[in-house]
T-cell receptor, first 118, second 114 residues
């Protein structure tokens, strides 16, 4: 009955490789997110999708490409991995209000994917 | 620039103490503020969500307050227990239009000693 799940949990790979992280939510939410938590534990949003449409892209290198096949899934593909990409990547979901409507509710986070680039 | 600050970065207290974790934010125009808990190697769990029209929220031994005008929130933990040891993150949803996002502080790592 996991709400937000991510695979894999751990990912160790060589610099220059291409890898994907998958995320699924069974909460019926219409908005999904990818966050990056760096070595100093600072959590920052990367992307947000609402009903499969990209709505937030926070100056992330174009080596990172999110893909949302349906509103329950948001996958993250990373090309040409670099050492600085090593971090924990969290997926989250929420049910966001329509523009001008409220309130905004909580986000539910997945367990994280620990990426180590060697 | 809209920022969220949590000081200190770490806190160690003996079991049983009542404690207050602080969060400050730079812009009083917010939708809401949330407190999350993160255990080592785990994801984030939402503890309390305070909408901009509210002053506080309570859940068990936790009480969160919000003062928008001063840009501050506090998370009060009563009768702390070793199981409360974790990192506590404050996140603010600023009023930036339809596509607003959560802005996180860097967290306070709490250690409750038996």
């Amino acid at each position: 009955d996991t709400a937000v799940s991510q695979t894999p949990k751990y990912l160790v790979t060589q610099m220059g490789n291409d890898k994907s992280i998958k995320c699924e939510q069974n909460l019926g939410h219409d908005t999904m997110y990818w966050y990056k938590q760096d070595s100093k534990k600072f959590l920052k949003i990367m992307f947000s999708y609402n009903n499969k449409e990209l709505i937030i892209n926070e100056t992330v290198p174009n080596r990172f490409s999110p893909k949302s096949p349906d509103k329950a899934h948001l996958n993250l593909h990373i090309n040409s991995l670099e050492l600085g990409d090593s971090a924990v990547y969290f997926c989250a979901s929420s049910q966001d209000p329509a523009p001008g409507q409220g309130p905004w509710e909580t986000q539910y986070f997945g367990p994280g994917t620990r990426l180590l680039v060697l | 620039k809209q920022e969220v600050t949590q000081i200190p970065a770490a806190l160690s207290v003996p079991e049983g103490e009542n404690l207050v974790l602080n969060c400050s934010f730079t812009d009083s125009a917010i939708y809401n503020l949330q407190w999350f808990r993160q255990d080592p190697g785990k994801g984030l769990t939402s503890l309390l969500l305070i909408q901009s029209s509210q002053r506080e929220q309570t859940s068990g031994r936790l009480n969160a307050s919000l003062d928008k005008s001063s840009g501050r929130s506090t998370l009060y933990i009563a009768a702390s227990q070793p199981g409360d040891s974790a990192t506590y993150l404050c996140a603010v949803r600023f009023l930036t239009g339809a596509n607003s996002k959560l802005t996180f502080g860097k967290g306070i790592t709490l250690s409750v000693r038996p």
